[in-house]
């Protein structure tokens, strides 16, 4: 049981240039989601989904596409990176009640997070 | 609107000292109250978490936290830190609305524990 795996780990990129990060879990969980992690403001929800073929965006969703064609797999994409996505990215899941959002009792699983970095 | 408040962006502490990280949040409608931490190059693991019943909740590695309703704080406490405690604690919130959840971090408190 691997958890939430996510990959690169590291990636450099520059401006304009397309990229996908990628998410995988294996606890077969209906919620998962995709958050960026700058310093002194916590993280803030970029995209999310409650199950396969259901997306929708969060608190910061300019510039970041999502799909979710699989329960396991919740990619991000980058379709024209521009500096001011430098961050950190956690993709995080969890159990869903099925109407939008996590679940309240369900603690949110996260993976190692995506170091990027946009010249 | 709904929003969590970390007081303090990092609290030096000596080891074996306790320790209080604060949160502060701001709801009118029902809340479920969370504590993560994230050691260094991790992602977030669940801490603690206050869903309903006893005010006062347990969690791993000798935390806890107090859920005050009329304070709308959700402080964290360990009596006796330990240098491995040293990494980055956010309070989050859920906040039920209709029947949709949101989630709802705070910036982060870090936490550096000094031999």
């Known amino acids: 049981n691997a958890g939430v795996t996510q990959t690169p780990k590291f990636q450099v990129l520059k401006t304009g240039q397309s990229m996908t990060l990628q998410c995988a879990q294996d606890m077969n969980h209906e919620y998962m989601s995709w958050y960026r992690q700058d310093p002194g403001m916590g993280l803030r929800l970029i995209h999310y989904?409650?199950?396969?073929?259901?997306?929708d965006q969060g608190e910061v969703p300019n510039g970041y596409n999502v799909s979710r064609s699989t329960t396991e797999d919740f990619p991000l994409r980058l379709l024209s990176a521009a500096p001011s996505q430098t961050s950190v990215y956690f993709c995080?899941?969890?159990?869903?009640?099925?109407?939008?959002?996590?679940?309240?009792?369900?603690?949110?699983?996260f993976g190692n997070g995506t170091r990027l970095t946009v010249t | 609107a709904q929003s969590v408040t970390q007081l303090d962006s990092q609290v030096p502490v000596f080891e074996e000292a306790p320790v209080e990280l604060r949160c502060n949040y701001s709801?009118?409608?029902?809340?479920?109250l969370f504590w993560y931490v994230q050691y260094p190059n991790q992602g977030l693991q669940l801490l603690l978490k206050?869903?309903?019943?006893?005010?006062l909740v347990k969690g791993i590695n000798g935390f806890e936290a107090e859920f005050n309703k009329s304070q709308t704080s959700f402080h964290l406490r360990k009596p006796s830190v330990h240098i491995s405690d040293t990494a980055e604690y956010f309070c989050a919130v859920i906040i039920r609305m209709d029947s949709s959840y949101k989630l709802i971090f705070g910036s982060g408190t870090r936490l550096l524990v000094r031999p």
């Open positions: 206050y869903l309903s019943g006893s005010t």
């Open positions: 709801s009118s409608v029902s809340v479920y």
């Open positions: 995080a899941s969890s159990y869903s009640k099925g109407s939008g959002g996590t679940s309240y009792n369900s603690p949110l699983h």
């Open positions: 989904s409650v199950g396969a073929g259901i997306t």
